[in-house]
């Protein structure tokens, strides 16, 4: 393999009366339209709700952006363009608030009979479960604590989280365990055996399980999966 040369960001292209200009950048007050696109980055799997509950596609017209989402995209822009000292987390930080602020207008304009993660949300009873699942991943819930804690019966809230989110909370806590632990693997040199304490399990082999159920490998052949492909990646 050949390491490929970074492509200087950003790539600006411009189209002005007729005409592809590369590398050209069109006075904005000369401009009809002007496109900024941008990347964020985070973990698809092995279990990421918010993004499942999303669209391939979103599309919020401009009339319903907020005056301070607006700032932050000029911000952004401007970001990217200058490269000050500092630019790269400002930048990091302003993606964050655009993200959070379209998944928010979004979850706005479902309809009130919508069902999914992002409706549960909403949810008086479904939303506080999930808040409290993930404030408090480790902590050794049961079904009847958790139907204490927001305010309704065990079954009550078996069935209601189902309609919603779409499986029962002990599996979804499953889940967002597996989630959190999958990050640790990848990012810490922690071993298998603390992190599984950390996310929850009482012990390694438990959390094996849980990981391997939905992940498709233990968590030590998973983290040197990672590390193999990071390492392809940079070659």
């Known amino acids: 393999m050949y390491a490929t040369q970074p492509v200087p960001k950003p790539i600006p292209v411009a189209y002005y009366r007729g005409t592809v200009l590369p590398g050209s950048i069109v006075p904005g007050d000369e401009a009809q339209t002007v496109l ?7 973990d698809l799997r092995p279990f990421n709700p918010l993004i499942a509950a999303l669209p391939r596609m979103l599309h919020l017209p401009a009339e319903r952006t907020s005056a301070w989402i607006a700032r932050v995209i000029a911000q952004a822009a401007k970001e990217s363009t200058q490269r000050r000292p500092g630019a790269g987390a400002v930048l990091e930080r302003l993606s964050e608030m655009m993200f959070v602020d379209t998944a928010r207008r979004y979850l706005d304009t479902l309809p009130e ?4 993660w992002l409706a549960g949300l909403r949810d008086r009873y479904v939303g506080r479960a999930l808040g409290l699942l993930h404030e408090r991943p480790a902590h ?5 604590e958790l139907g204490r804690e927001v305010g309704l019966s065990r079954s009550a809230l078996h069935g209601r989280f189902v309609q919603f989110v779409g499986q029962p909370p002990m599996r979804y806590l499953a889940n967002w365990r597996v989630q959190i632990g999958s990050r640790l693997l990848r ?4 071993t298998v055996a603390a992190i599984a304490q950390e996310v929850g399990y009482e012990s390694e082999a438990a959390f094996s399980r849980a990981f391997k159920r939905l ?3 233990p968590p030590a052949a998973w983290r040197k999966s990672q590390a193999a492909q990071a390492a ?4």
């Open 36 to 42: 900024i696109c941008g990347f964020i980055g985070c």
């Open 113 to 116: 009979d919508a069902r999914g």
């Open 140 to 144: 050794d819930w049961t079904i009847d």
């Open 187 to 190: 990012e810490t040199h922690r």
């Open 215 to 217: 992940v498709g490998l």
């Open 232 to 235: 392809h990646a940079t070659t």
